[in-house]
């Protein structure tokens, strides 16, 4: 008789290769509902985004082409609102992915049967919850960017020379905020605090293990990365081939015909999903860090072993 695997525990501190093992072990018990959901919400947005991206490629492609002048010009504003509307689909997608894998995570963790059985009625008002939680934290690093490049270019008014300065301190603070802010999404949903208490809580956790939360990234990152990869190559050698048509021919060029474009758009709904399927990994390794990092600052468990022993 099979028994069934034991829960895995969420807040236990662990190695990184722990966290890696901890990670796949979730993705492998959980692949099917993670899957399902994620084709329910996010391929009907691929849908879309892909003919944003088509479009803009076939714009920008007919510019090169045809090179300066008045078609251009309209070519450029043309371009620039289907990069925009890109732009907001990747960001709605973003949402919708991290409310969702980590919507499933909270779910597997209170619910006696795991993830087995479960509809996407059960988790419609969480998932409602958590977007509103993430896009928060991304309005927040809008305004972040926004206001750290007005820093930068309102003393370049006064003298280009500020420049030098301030554009590597921008770079240096950049980089060494932008590793514990990726904490902020996790503990945010997972922890009932107000937006600027979990704020203050990840910079603090993310600094003390700065270190270790790079790599965290890095590795989750580059695995993510070579899964995305494979989805979008062949879209990417059908728009090379269709530039270098472009370059040779702009009035023929096979980028013009309806099935190259029906083609790329195919190849781009496979992959723009494979990106986001990929994207999985990478929030499911930064969650378990997450649970490392409370662990190790709060003794999370601990106190739930005291807890349950003194009522024995």
């Avoid at 419609?124 to 927040?140: P, S």
């Avoid at 206001?147 to 003298?159: K, N, R, T």
């Avoid at 015909?257 to 399927?277: D, E, H, K, N, P």
Wanted: glycine share 8%.
């Amino acid at each position: 008789m099979d028994l069934p695997k034991p829960k895995i525990q969420f807040y236990k501190v662990r190695t990184f290769s722990e966290k890696m093992n901890v990670s796949f072990d979730f993705l492998r018990e959980n692949l099917k509902p993670l899957l399902k959901f994620s084709f329910y919400l996010i391929l009907p947005l691929c849908l879309v985004q892909s003919f944003f991206m088509s479009s803009f490629m076939r714009i920008y492609f007919g510019i090169v082409g045809s090179g300066p002048g008045g078609d251009a010009v309209t070519g450029a504003l043309s371009a620039t609102i289907n990069y925009g509307l890109l732009m907001a689909c990747i960001m709605l997608g973003n949402i919708l992915l991290s409310a969702l894998v980590y919507g499933l995570i909270q779910t597997y963790e209170s619910r006696e049967n795991r993830l087995s059985g479960l509809v996407l009625a059960d988790i419609r008002e969480l998932l409602v919850k958590n977007g509103i939680k993430v896009t928060r934290v991304i309005l927040l690093t809008f305004g972040a960017v926004f206001l750290s490049v007005a820093a930068i270019l309102l003393p370049a008014l006064v003298s280009p020379w500020t420049l030098m300065l301030t554009v590597p301190l921008f770079l240096f603070g950049l980089f060494a905020a932008a590793v514990p802010f990726t904490l902020l999404t996790p503990l945010y949903l997972f922890e009932d605090l107000s937006f600027t208490a979990a704020l203050r809580k990840a910079m603090k956790y993310g600094f003390f293990a700065w270190g270790e939360t790079f790599l965290v990234i890095l590795v989750f990152g580059l695995l993510a990365g070579m899964i995305s990869g494979v989805s979008a190559m062949p879209w990417y050698l059908v728009t090379v081939i269709g530039y270098f048509f472009s370059l040779a021919d702009p009035e023929t060029a096979i980028n013009s015909s309806a099935g190259y474009r029906f083609l790329t758009y195919l190849l781009g709904i496979i992959q723009i999903y494979g990106a986001y399927v990929s994207n999985i990994l990478s929030l499911t390794g930064l969650a378990f860090h997450y649970f490392h990092l409370r662990e190790k600052n709060e003794g999370i468990a601990m106190k739930a072993d005291i807890v349950n022993f003194d009522r024995l």
